[in-house]
């Protein structure tokens, strides 16, 4: 493995997301959800520097902590031209971009749907993607900008991805999202699948990562059979209360 990965609760339902590239010891925040939880993590694990922010979208909650993290390391920010509108941004990319972490590069994917500039990182060559509010463990982002052709697009350009592909999303969701899949589902493996979701969230536990493999299983809206069967299902997710 060239990337070590470090995931930690903060905010309300965030993850906070560290990504180091051993070889070189370059370190990236994907997104800054809190950046005093950021600069803790930071300091307990000892790795004492921070060279890269990579923002997926331009909400407060991958944001927030961009200027004052900044102002403390003096690392680059990287993400959607959407970023800039509403916090500090040094470097634009898009789909087809690379960013090098260290020695480690990451593609950059565009994922419109959530918003409409949304994008994704993944190292190809050690299986990790970090998808912000794209997909989430049996859910996905919901559609404030864009349209259900979009994020269908977009599901379905992380769908191809290898399946042991391990997606480190933004949220810890999948509890009401495993809700939501028993109602559209109920082979025995979905409901096996939901209950330990269950389980691990009685015990504390996070749900993150997840793999491509488990998510074309049993996530309901890559399950869906098209753009249309998507657009009901997101719809019914949106008015959901089980």
Same mark, same amino acid.
């Given at each position: 493995?060239?990337?070590?990965?470090?995931? &930690?609760?903060?905010?309300?339902?965030?993850?906070?997301?560290? =990504?180091?590239?051993?070889?070189? $010891?370059?370190?990236?925040?994907?997104?800054?959800?809190?950046?005093?939880?950021?600069?803790?993590?930071?300091?307990?694990?000892?790795?004492?520097?921070?060279?890269?922010?990579?923002? +997926?979208?331009?909400?407060?909650?991958?944001?927030?902590?961009?200027?004052?993290?900044?102002?403390?390391?003096?690392?680059?920010?990287?993400? *959607?031209?959407?970023?800039?509108?509403? !916090?500090?941004?040094?470097?634009?990319?898009?789909? $087809?971009?690379?960013?090098?972490?260290?020695?480690?590069?990451?593609? =950059? +994917?565009? #994922? *419109?749907?959530?918003?409409?500039?949304?994008?994704?990182?993944?190292?190809?060559?050690?299986? @990790?993607?970090?998808? $912000?509010? +794209?997909? &989430?463990?049996?859910?996905? $982002?919901?559609?404030?900008?864009?349209?259900?052709?979009?994020?269908?697009?977009?599901?379905?350009?992380?769908?191809?991805?290898? *399946?042991?592909?391990?997606?480190?999303?933004?949220?810890?969701? #999948?509890?009401?999202?495993?809700?939501?899949?028993?109602?559209?589902?109920?082979?025995?493996?979905?409901?096996?699948?939901? @209950?330990?979701?269950?389980?691990?969230?009685?015990?504390?536990?996070?749900?993150?990562?997840? +793999?491509?493999?488990?998510?074309?299983? &049993?996530? *309901?809206?890559?399950?869906?059979?098209?753009?249309?069967?998507? !657009?009901?299902?997101?719809?019914?997710?949106?008015?959901?209360?089980?």
């Amino acid at each position: 493995m060239t990337l070590s990965v470090h995931l &930690f609760p903060c905010l309300n339902d965030n993850y906070g997301l560290l =990504v180091r590239d051993d070889a070189s $010891g370059q370190l990236a925040t994907i997104d800054t959800p809190d950046a005093d939880a950021i600069r803790s993590e930071l300091d307990r694990l000892e790795w004492g520097r921070l060279d890269l922010i990579l923002n +997926t979208h331009w909400h407060a909650d991958h944001t927030g902590g961009n200027a004052a993290l900044k102002a403390l390391y003096d690392c680059e920010i990287v993400g *959607p031209a959407e970023v800039g509108r509403v !916090a500090p941004l040094d470097r634009i990319v898009s789909g $087809g971009d690379v960013v090098n972490l260290g020695q480690t590069p990451l593609q =950059v +994917t565009a #994922t *419109p749907g959530h918003t409409l500039g949304h994008v994704v990182y993944r190292s190809a060559a050690d299986g @990790e993607a970090f998808v $912000g509010d +794209t997909l &989430f463990a049996l859910g996905c $982002g919901r559609l404030f900008e864009g349209t259900p052709q979009q994020m269908w697009d977009s599901l379905q350009s992380l769908a191809a991805w290898p *399946p042991e592909t391990r997606i480190w999303c933004a949220h810890e969701y #999948t509890a009401a999202n495993a809700r939501f899949a028993l109602s559209l589902d109920d082979r025995p493996e979905m409901r096996a699948h939901a @209950e330990a979701v269950f389980a691990a969230r009685t015990r504390g536990e996070a749900t993150v990562p997840t +793999t491509i493999g488990a998510e074309r299983a &049993f996530n *309901p809206f890559l399950r869906a059979v098209d753009a249309a069967d998507f !657009a009901a299902r997101r719809a019914a997710k949106d008015d959901f209360r089980g």
